[in-house]
């Protein structure tokens, strides 16, 4: 009796979305390696394991393929941020819960530094790119706001603000560097920076 071979059996229409994220995947990791949008189609396949036309049919074109990247990126990182505050008790803890996130292992990791820098670069001139990074900074600042205005009152739209270029820049500036991110030491950095602001809004 022939032995059923779950991968190479499997209905082509079942391998879309396994093709698919494994082409996300290596995405991410080749631009994350060059730390450049200058990767090819090709090579991108090739790490997925598939052809570039193959690649192209999924997608249509790399702008495509990074574009579902960077949207996977922001997924996972959703997902952190919503179980974090999930068991956040009380608003400052819901601050601390989001700043954490965003720095955590799965987050924080040197391939995804190198996307979202090239994020901000496609931004410029993609109106894709444009319209998701609006999303992913809406939705960070309601969260923010929703968690410092019971503690700061009219001042949590620019402390919003603040934590997220906070944010921001920890990325920016993880890119000169070389190894694994650190994500503890960006985390202390950022809460001390809230911790300073709150005594400061506890003292006015």
Same mark, same amino acid.
């Given at each position: 009796?022939?032995?059923?071979?779950?991968?190479?059996?499997? $209905?082509?229409?079942?391998?879309? $979305?396994?093709?698919?994220?494994?082409?996300?995947?290596?995405?991410?990791?080749? /631009?994350?390696?060059?730390?450049?949008?200058?990767?090819?189609?090709?090579? /991108?396949?090739?790490?997925?394991?598939?052809?570039?036309?193959?690649?192209?049919?999924?997608?249509? #074109?790399?702008?495509?393929?990074?574009?579902?990247?960077?949207?996977?990126?922001?997924?996972?990182?959703?997902?952190?941020?919503?179980?974090?505050? !999930?068991?956040?008790?009380?608003?400052? !803890?819901? %601050?601390?819960?989001?700043?954490? !996130?965003?720095?955590?292992?799965?987050?924080?990791?040197?391939?995804? %530094?190198?996307?979202?820098?090239?994020?901000?670069?496609?931004?410029?001139? #993609?109106?894709?790119?444009?319209?998701?990074?609006?999303?992913?900074?809406?939705?960070?600042? #309601?969260? @923010? @706001?929703?968690?410092?205005? $019971?503690?700061?009152?009219?001042?949590?739209?620019?402390?919003?603000?603040?934590?997220?270029?906070? /944010?921001?820049?920890?990325?920016?500036?993880?890119? @000169?560097?070389?190894?694994? $991110?650190?994500?503890? !030491?960006?985390?202390?950095?950022?809460?001390?920076?809230?911790?300073?602001?709150?005594?400061?809004?506890?003292?006015?």
């Amino acid at each position: 009796m022939q032995e059923f071979c779950w991968v190479r059996d499997m $209905p082509k229409l079942g391998m879309e $979305p396994i093709r698919k994220d494994a082409l996300i995947k290596a995405t991410i990791v080749e /631009i994350g390696r060059s730390g450049s949008l200058d990767v090819t189609v090709s090579q /991108i396949a090739k790490r997925a394991g598939m052809s570039p036309a193959l690649a192209h049919h999924y997608f249509g #074109s790399k702008e495509e393929m990074f574009l579902a990247a960077m949207r996977h990126v922001l997924t996972l990182y959703g997902a952190e941020v919503r179980g974090a505050l !999930a068991v956040a008790e009380g608003p400052e !803890a819901r %601050v601390r819960a989001i700043l954490r !996130a965003s720095f955590s292992a799965g987050n924080f990791r040197r391939e995804v %530094v190198g996307a979202w820098l090239n994020f901000w670069v496609l931004a410029q001139t #993609s109106d894709g790119a444009r319209r998701l990074l609006a999303i992913y900074q809406g939705r960070l600042r #309601s969260n @923010l @706001l929703t968690a410092l205005r $019971p503690m700061v009152g009219g001042r949590a739209r620019e402390l919003a603000e603040a934590l997220g270029a906070m /944010i921001d820049g920890l990325y920016l500036r993880e890119v @000169l560097k070389s190894g694994t $991110p650190d994500g503890r !030491a960006a985390v202390t950095m950022a809460l001390s920076y809230l911790d300073a602001e709150l005594m400061k809004a506890g003292r006015e």
